[in-house]
């Protein structure tokens, strides 16, 4: 660049930062207010940045902690995950949970709990083969529903599964499957819940506080 272009330039500059300064002055109470305001947001916009990442750092710290426990699930043979499964249908106090064992087709593992209030529920207990994942969970939601009082003589059905039948496009036609035929489906996440809490699913804990506090579990 030329040492006249560089002197132009320069003086351009000169006079642009005259104006510009100018109208600063001139309307410095609009200046401060939009400082003040651009201040006040970005500093909001930190804060909650800040806390929202603890929270995402506690809850991904949860759900490792929970993806550890589902993997110990995981390894589990068979007749292991019915037994927990068992365990954790005693912990919800009702007056008698009765083992089916499998069937033949290989649909999981039947219980019948029965409450003191006289509810009674079929439980299908259903290691994840691979394919529950896919059509197969909605195909064992179906399955279990038509069951629930023709075959069993209860009011309600919950399928239990280490598979997860809540991903993508599964969620809603799962869902809306299992609320026509009154089945209450317990997939991978919910069931880590239940196993790290020993609290059951919201659904089951009005069942528990209706119930005496003198009845005790029975198998």
């Given at each position: 660049m030329s040492v006249i272009l560089r002197v132009g330039a320069g003086i351009a500059a000169l006079i642009l930062g005259y104006f510009v300064l100018g109208f600063i002055a001139e309307h410095w109470a609009w200046f401060a207010s939009?400082?003040?305001?651009?201040?006040?947001t970005t500093l909001a916009g930190?804060?909650?940045f800040r806390s929202r990442g603890h929270e995402h750092h506690r809850d991904r710290a949860m759900t490792a902690e929970r993806h550890a426990l589902m993997r110990s699930v995981d390894k589990m043979n068979i007749p292991a995950f019915d037994a927990m499964i068992g365990q954790l249908l005693v912990g919800l106090g009702a007056k008698r949970v009765k083992k089916f064992g499998h069937r033949k087709n290989d649909l999981g593992c039947n219980y019948v709990v029965t409450f003191a209030n006289g509810k009674r529920l079929i439980v299908r207990a259903k290691k994840d083969d691979r394919a529950m994942r896919s059509r197969n969970g909605n195909?064992?939601?179906?399955?279990?529903?038509?069951e629930i009082k023709p075959r069993w003589d209860c009011d309600a059905g919950v399928l239990i599964t280490n598979a997860n039948l809540h991903w993508m496009h599964h969620a809603s036609r799962n869902e809306a499957v299992a609320a026509q035929l009154g089945v209450l489906i317990v997939d991978r996440i919910?069931?880590?819940?239940?196993?790290?809490?020993?609290e059951g699913p919201a659904e089951l804990r009005p069942v528990r506080a209706a119930i005496p506090a003198?009845?005790?579990p029975a198998q």
């Open positions: 939009v400082a003040i305001l651009l201040g006040g930190w804060i909650l195909r064992h939601v179906q399955i279990l529903g038509g919910r069931l880590a819940e239940w196993i790290e809490t020993g003198s009845s005790a």
